[in-house]
């Protein structure tokens, strides 16, 4: 058996900082390593093939470095590249690590949080195109009505630290009205970005009180922890010292600069060349 090695986390740029967070909180002690992609940032409006070879190149260099189990802690990677990779790649390069990515979890439990069978997904145009929430809702909850709206305006607003801002009303007040005017029985809107979070009380203003606004992290984080506990040959693998290591694709003056927005404290980072 190899020696133990950090969980992987991939995210196209920072928005993966605040489901690593969650993770960190709900599986304290264990390691983890984050790559950041910023390079080539952002995914969202990327084609299908650019996506997964990014994400292919990403995995790979986690698993040379040890990692036996890598989250694409990004909604674009999930809906572009996972399957594909899971399927196809994986067989080739080790069949004894696994990619998990953030749609499957979120989507086995979404319905659980409407009452009305109606659900809104605010995500990127990529996520959106892909229709992999919609694809994966149905599987386990047939009888949902899914309704999608993608913000392209909203992660970089949120990257240059603008949405505090007024101007960040506006955008979310768009997103958000061209949403509801799909249907009138939406009462659960889910935040199928990373990134979003961040926006997630200027959301609840343009909202009624009774809508539900769901975000990943802690049901992304509850699910990790849910699959090391049935899988304990690879909870074994998985090393637990408490640190936590940080790379970039691009200047990692500038990642650490931005990450504290999402990680919710100071990074510092180490860049790497893909």
Do not use: S, Y
């Given at each position: 058996m190899p020696s133990a090695k950090p969980i992987g986390v991939f995210d196209s740029g920072y928005g993966g900082l605040t489901i690593l967070k969650d993770l960190e909180n709900t599986l304290p002690g264990y390691d983890f390593v984050y790559l950041g992609d910023n390079a080539r940032a952002p995914y969202g409006t990327r084609s299908f093939e650019s996506v997964y070879r990014y994400t292919l190149e990403s995995v790979k260099w986690f698993f040379d470095n040890g990692s036996p189990l890598v989250v694409l802690a990004c909604n674009t990677a999930s809906a572009k590249a996972l399957r594909t990779i899971q399927q196809h790649d994986l067989p080739k390069m080790n069949r004894h690590n696994r990619v998990l990515g953030v749609i499957r979890p979120t989507t086995e439990v979404i319905g659980n949080f409407t009452k009305t069978n109606n659900i809104g997904i605010l995500a990127t145009t990529g996520t959106v195109q892909s229709n992999s929430y919609k694809i994966e809702i149905e599987k386990f909850f047939p009888g949902l009505h899914v309704f999608q709206q993608a913000c392209p305006m909203w992660v970089p607003l949120i990257e240059n630290n603008e949405h505090h801002g007024a101007g960040a009303d506006y955008f979310v007040r768009q997103g958000i009205d061209k949403l509801l005017a799909q249907s009138d029985n939406i009462d659960t809107i889910l935040l199928g970005c990373t990134h979003y979070p961040?926006?997630?009380?200027?959301?609840?203003?343009?909202?009624?009180?009774?809508?539900q606004v769901v975000s990943q992290g802690k049901i992304v984080s509850g699910s990790l922890a849910d699959y090391l506990q049935r899988h304990p040959e690879m909870d074994e693998r998985c090393s637990k010292n408490g640190e936590i290591i940080f790379y970039t694709t691009d200047s990692a003056e500038d990642f650490n600069d931005h990450a504290a927005i999402f990680y919710g404290k100071p990074v510092r980072s180490k860049h790497l060349a893909l």
């Open positions: 961040l926006l997630i009380d200027k959301i609840r203003q343009h909202v009624l009180p009774e809508v």
